[in-house]
């Protein structure tokens, strides 16, 4: 068979580095698939449940090795279903390139069968470059430009091949005019700010008695700089969601979360500051950030576009956060005055230890209180384990009672927030590294949505990792929990039981149908020994826990408008509502309880 322009594609991305795709099959993209079968020695594809999940998989690898994500789908159909998937990569500013089949080129217009508009369809998600190949000497230079585009912008970027294009024979492009030339590589700048900038930023930060630093996903490269500059400060650290990874949590001195998933010593730190370093973060929640005018600002991100955004900064540097915090170091003073750091660490501590009275393995309303799970899991952890998180309830006790180490990698969908990532991201953490442990922490909700799916990937794929362990906790509450209580807390609306309750079952009996291990938790006495087996297993594991739904995963800080909301839902539901007041109230009363 003569070499075509699928062939080309293979070898294309071959040469750029790429070695997993992670897709679906389709007629729309049959040409593509069979060059990827001649091409299978150096370019893999990972077949998915789904197109979502393949995106989502692009999505983690970019995450968790800073190199370009591919995904790829059949025309209409299959390309409408990656687009959650790359949103999640667009707003998590993430570089991942999908390419998607579509109708022959010259059927385009004519209403045929999937033929959908795509470069309508992907001009947002992917509006920093999206094109489609028409013509086989084009391929080279829009394969170049979309992967170039990823990694430059950090963004989504498209490739749409129409079927009958890659089938046709390859051609590189002539010596003519109306033609490119491109070539493979991207080689990243040195991003630094001004000298004069530098020094204006240090004045500010010197001048400082009371600096607060709030880091984000952008700070992942530069965890020593930023410990660094909080030693040189004696400022206490806040990490983004995001960012969890940033610095370990047994850092006397860092506050861990902040926002609604967020710590009470977070909340402290950026209400009694005076002085503000943000360091590549694009944290949304105003509410959780010093009110105007009570603490300057400095910030430094790599994206201009997302400087000055969330707090009015009184100087914003555009720079790489590691190079920008080292040239920054020098400038610094030591502080003298210690009474600001010696207040947040009693804080930490404080707080931690009312984590750990939290996690105590009990029944609660006859089920598991949630945090137990979490914390066990924490103290069983390898220093290279690999955790992912799904949106809802469960992201709340991944970002209170999981501990960051140095060494760990920690994510989920920060800005999309949405469900379904949390198993997908840890199946393509096991691609990317084979030979670390990956944990899921998921809801039931997100289970059923899609994980339960794709388990079954997980199950087709295991024998490939040289560390088979892939360790799946499903909260099973049997309810869309976090959900309920942005209703109770934010609306003041009683649990709508139509919405929120989903059907029971029994995950662990499911793992079992597939070929994997399932084990099922319903008492204090074995969570402890289900992560012992877990962690021990010779392949993946689902650990399936009946925990309480009236667990309320509250923010750190509830305003009288929420508590009034709160109260106001609670009356309308008695019974659950009652259980979930006591539950709320304690849990309230021991977070602002000084001196524990």
């Not at 209180?369 to 924490?378: K, T, Y």
């Not at 109260?567 to 977070?591: F, H, Q, T, Y």
Request: glycine content about 8%; hydrophobic content about 40%.
């Amino acid at each position: 068979m003569s070499r075509t322009v699928g062939d080309a594609l293979c070898e294309r991305l071959e040469q750029w580095g790429v070695r997993h795709v992670f897709g679906y099959p389709g007629d729309g993209i049959n040409g593509v698939m069979g060059a990827l079968e001649r091409h299978r020695d150096g370019l893999r594809l990972v077949q998915t449940r789904h197109e979502e999940m393949a995106a989502f998989m692009a999505t983690a690898h970019a995450k968790f090795t800073g190199e370009t994500g591919v995904c790829m789908a059949t025309s209409g159909p299959g390309a409408i279903h990656l687009l959650n998937g790359l949103y999640d990569a667009k707003l998590d500013h993430q570089p991942v390139l999908a390419i998607v089949g579509q109708t022959y080129v010259r059927a385009l217009g004519s209403a045929f069968q999937q033929e959908v508009k795509l470069l309508q369809l992907f001009a947002d998600v992917a509006g920093s470059f999206c094109e489609q190949v028409n013509t086989p000497s084009a391929l080279r230079h829009v394969v170049d430009r979309a992967l170039r585009t990823a990694a430059a912008e950090r963004t989504v970027t498209c490739i749409i091949l129409p079927a009958d294009v890659q089938d046709m024979a390859a051609e590189e492009p002539p010596h003519a005019t109306h033609t490119a030339h491109s070539g493979v590589g991207y080689w990243p700048p040195r991003v630094l700010p001004r000298e004069q900038d530098l020094d204006a930023a240090a004045e500010i930060l010197n001048a400082g008695e009371r600096v607060a630093m709030l880091v984000g996903q952008g700070a992942l490269g530069a965890s020593s700089e930023v410990a660094q500059v909080a030693e040189r400060l004696g400022a206490g650290v806040a990490k983004a969601l995001l960012g969890k990874g940033v610095l370990p949590d047994d850092v006397p001195y860092c506050t861990g979360g902040i926002g609604l998933l967020g710590t009470r010593p977070s909340w402290e730190l950026m209400q009694g500051c005076d002085t503000l370093l943000m360091v590549g973060s694009s944290f949304p929640y105003a509410e959780f950030l010093p009110q105007e005018g009570r603490a300057r600002g400095v910030q430094v991100d790599i994206d201009a576009r997302m400087l000055s955004l969330r707090y009015p900064m009184e100087l914003a540097l555009v720079g790489d956060s590691a190079e920008t915090l080292r040239a920054l170091l020098p400038r610094l003073r030591e502080r003298s005055d210690g009474s600001w750091r010696e207040q947040i660490e009693s804080s930490v501590a404080d707080w931690w230890r009312l984590m750990e009275d939290q996690a105590e393995p009990r029944l609660q309303n006859g089920r598991l209180r949630p945090q137990a799970l979490f914390a066990a899991m924490s103290r069983r952890l390898p220093q290279d384990a690999i955790v992912t998180s799904d949106s809802g309830s469960a992201a709340n006790w991944f970002a209170r009672q999981l501990r960051a180490r140095s060494g760990m990698k920690l994510s989920l969908s920060g800005n999309l927030a949405t469900m379904g990532p949390g198993v997908p991201y840890a199946i393509a953490a096991k691609f990317a590294f084979p030979d670390r442990l990956a944990v899921a922490t998921v809801g039931d909700g997100a289970m059923q949505m899609g994980g339960m799916a794709e388990l079954l990937t997980a199950c087709r794929y295991r024998s490939e990792w040289s560390d088979p362990r892939l360790v799946v906790l499903v909260l099973n509450n049997e309810d869309l929990n976090q959900v309920t209580w942005e209703q109770r807390v934010m609306e003041g609306d009683p649990k709508f039981e139509d919405s929120q309750r989903i059907p029971p079952l029994d995950y662990a009996a499911y793992a079992r149908l597939i070929g994997l291990q399932g084990i099922r938790v319903e008492r204090p006495e074995e969570i402890d020994e289900a992560w012992e087996r877990a962690l021990a297993a010779e392949g993946p594991v689902v650990i399936d826990a009946l925990t309480d739904p009236e667990e309320p995963p509250l923010p750190p800080h509830v305003t009288m408008e929420q508590a009034r909301a709160f109260a106001s839902s609670l009356a309308a539901e008695p019974r659950a509502g009652l259980r979930g007041a006591i539950a709320a109230l304690r849990e309230k009363v021991d977070e602002f309880a000084p001196h524990r």
